[in-house]
């Protein structure tokens, strides 16, 4: 049985995904300024197997420094957002504060009203029984 041969297209990466700018630069700099002499095959295994480690290592610390980058923006980010939050909460519990003391003004007044018509009330209702006491020979009378 024969496998079919089915095209697979191969997709590189974008560099600009993967890299910065500078690292980029940084990256065809180390290519280009190399020119290794002929060398034996076990001293050029040698040579790659140190620059691969050595290159692994300064990938590890950019990528380190680039996470760490990311991190300081979202700890920031974080925090301006808390600072703007709590401002928020601030205005509006300086704005119920005020609501609340407005209340309680027109409560002292509400209070106080009804304390004087309570009085008032009492007032009249005794007028009313001494009147009350007037008319009944007159009214007995008739």
Known sequence: ???SQEQVQYQPPV???VFSNGEIYELFSLFQSEQHPVQTTSSLESTRSVY??????RRRMISNRES???SRWRKKTHLMNLENEANS????NRKLKIRLCRLT???HFVQRDTNLLTLECIDLQQRLAR????????????
């Open 89 to 92: 909460v601030k205005i509006e």
């Open 105 to 107: 003004n027109e409560y």
């Open 15 to 17: 560099l600009e995904d």
């Open 1 to 3: 049985m024969v496998p």
């Open 52 to 57: 691969s480690i050595e290159e692994r290592k």
């Open 131 to 142: 009147l009350c006491q007037i008319l009944q020979p007159f009214n007995c009378t008739n």
């Open 68 to 70: 760490a980058r990311r």
